[in-house]
């Protein structure tokens, strides 16, 4: 989930025009569907962000019924909409083998590549998402050095010889 909220709010601030370049004098911007584009880009993101957040929740105990409750829908819906998504996370991740022939093919496409990634590196993917959110840090209050990866669970799942 925070990979996709990370992947969501970059596209969110590119689409915001920021030099005099990017846009005419009329306010419209420099090339005709770009804006369009941009906000399909951001769209797209938020609806895997969307699906990500359902999943978290189940992952995280919440029945059809609460997720349902949620959105303001039925849980049959709500397991409707979300189900394949669940289905696709639970499943087991790729061995390294697998996720390289994957990868020199061009078959980890959108969140793929960023699964097997974890899969592998999970420490070193926490403190990416750790380096992103200090990056992007809006004056928040003080997030700690490590804002994603301080709140995981720590030990030997996490790669680390001495358990941190």
């Not at 403190?127 to 709140?151: E, T």
Request: hydrophobic content about 40%; overall charge negative; glycine content about 12%.
């Amino acid at each position: 989930m925070a990979h996709e909220a990370c992947e969501l709010a970059g596209l969110a601030r590119a689409a915001v025009p920021i030099g005099e370049h990017e846009l005419h004098p009329d306010g419209t911007g420099s090339s005709p569907g770009s804006v369009l584009a941009d906000a399909a880009h951001v769209l797209r993101a938020a609806q895997r962000f969307f699906e990500a957040a359902a999943v978290c929740e189940r992952t995280g105990g919440a029945s059809w019924q609460v997720i349902g409750d949620v959105l303001g829908v039925e849980a049959t819906t709500a397991r409707a909409r979300f189900a394949a998504a669940e289905s696709c996370f639970r499943e087991e991740p790729r061995s390294p083998d697998e996720v390289s022939a994957a990868d020199a093919t061009g078959a980890l496409d959108g969140a793929g590549w960023w699964r097997a990634y974890t899969a592998g590196n999970p420490l070193e993917a926490a403190r990416d998402l750790d380096d992103w959110v200090l990056r992007h840090a809006d004056g928040d209050g003080d997030l700690g050095p490590a804002p994603v990866s301080g709140g995981l669970a720590q030990g030997s799942k996490w790669g680390c010889p001495d358990g941190s």
